[in-house]
Structure formats: structure tokens, C-alpha cells
């Protein structure tokens, strides 16, 4: 970042001083015109004006007395647009990297499946199926079935041994499927343990 803001100064400076008539031009055509706008790329987000890396127009004597000393826009012109580009492809990878190297703490870790497990306890799952006689189904409710029914409508990834079935469910009604879940999320007050409702009706 230093090196880059050095290097973006460094070509400044030589463009004001003359060494860059395409660059110098850009600088001072404003001067004396009132209403004449330039050119300028953003090189940081600015309030009311711009995000980074976009193209805005601003008064010239804006950019020459604030923007272009504290390096906040250059002027739009192939370069600068080319270091501009290099600079936000830059920054994007560090934030890339910076995601990913914040680990999550087991406090961090534990709050996500304690909020889980709330979810998980006091949603419901419901489902229709087509029955036999004496209201048996026609195809029994698995564990395994329930999994991708509880990510869906309750946005919780389990496995199915986190259900504790022996028996697929095999008729209509209402069902508390009890929960495995690790020792350390304790089972919500004045119950035994975590339960999943299960909701089976006509279809």
C-alpha cells in the first residue's frame, strides 16, 4: 500500500511539474471556468461523491486543492486507471485472505449450535402422505428423509444420526423425535432433552 501510494505520488508530482503534458493539461484546463468539470478516478470511497475505483466529475479546483494531495482521486487518464486497477485487485485479495484467517472460537462455535438446537426444539416439520388403511402410510417418514426437510424449513444441517428413530414413522399425527446432540448444549429448561416436532398429515 505505501509503495503503491509512493509510487501514484511520485507520478503526480512529475505530471504537475511538466513532465506529463497529457496529465499537466488535465490539472489546469479548468482554471478560469466556472462550470467546467473533470474527469477523476476515486481511489477511495468518498461520501456524496463516489466509491472507489469509479470515474466522477468534479470542479477543478476540488481535485487540485483537495483530492489530489491527500491521493483521494487521479485523474482519468489510461495510467493512472491502469494503477487504480491494480491497486483494488490488490485490496480484494487481502480481504480474501483476511476472511479466511479469522478462526472461529469454540465460544463462537458453541453459541451457533446452542442457537441451532433452539431452532431445531421448537420448529416443526410437516409433511403429507397418502395412507393405507387405518391411516398407516403408504410410505413410512425415515430419519434420513427428515434431514433435508430440517435444513429446508429450518435452515439447521444435521445428520441423521442426530435423530434418534429406530422406526420410521409409519402413520398420521404428531411426533417428538428426540435429538442426539453433543453433552455440552444442555437440554432447554424443565425437559429431559431436545426434541424434534414432527407433523404428519393427509395429503
Known amino acids: 500500500m505505501a509503495m503503491w501510494r509512493r509510487a501514484l505520488r511520485h507520478s503526480l508530482q512529475k505530471s504537475c511539474n511538466g513532465g506529463d503534458s497529457i496529465a499537466n493539461s488535465l490539472f489546469y484546463a479548468g482554471q478560469g471556468l466556472r462550470f467546467r468539470k473533470l474527469e477523476v478516478i476515486l481511489t477511495t470511497s468518498i461520501d456524496k461523491l463516489g466509491k472507489a475505483g469509479e470515474t466522477v466529475k468534479v470542479a477543478p479546483g476540488h481535485f487540485r486543492n483537495h483530492l489530489m494531495p491527500k491521493l483521494l482521486a487521479v485523474p482519468n487518464i489510461e495510467k493512472y486507471a491502469f494503477l487504480v ?18 478462526p ?15 431452532r431445531l426444539d421448537r420448529g416443526l416439520i410437516s409433511l403429507r402422505r397418502l395412507i393405507k ?3 398407516e402410510l403408504r410410505s413410512p417418514v425415515t430419519k434420513e428423509e427428515l434431514v433435508p426437510e430440517v435444513a429446508r424449513l429450518l435452515s439447521v444441517n444435521i445428520h441423521p444420526d ?6 420410521p414413522l409409519s402413520s398420521l399425527g404428531e ?3 428426540p435429538l442426539r446432540l ?13 426434541t424434534l416436532k414432527v407433523k404428519i398429515r393427509r395429503k
Do not use: C, W
Open 85 to 102: 486497477r491494480e491497486q483494488r485487485k490488490i485490496y480484494q485479495r487481502e480481504e480474501e485472505v483476511v476472511l479466511k484467517e479469522v
Open 104 to 118: 472461529k472460537t469454540e465460544e463462537d462455535k458453541m453459541k451457533e449450535y446452542e442457537a441451532a438446537a433452539k
Open 162 to 167: 442426530n435423530l434418534h428413530l429406530p422406526s
Open 133 to 135: 388403511i387405518d391411516d
Open 182 to 194: 453433543p453433552r455440552q448444549i444442555p437440554p432447554p429448561e424443565g425437559k429431559p432433552q431436545r
Open 175 to 177: 411426533f417428538d423425535v
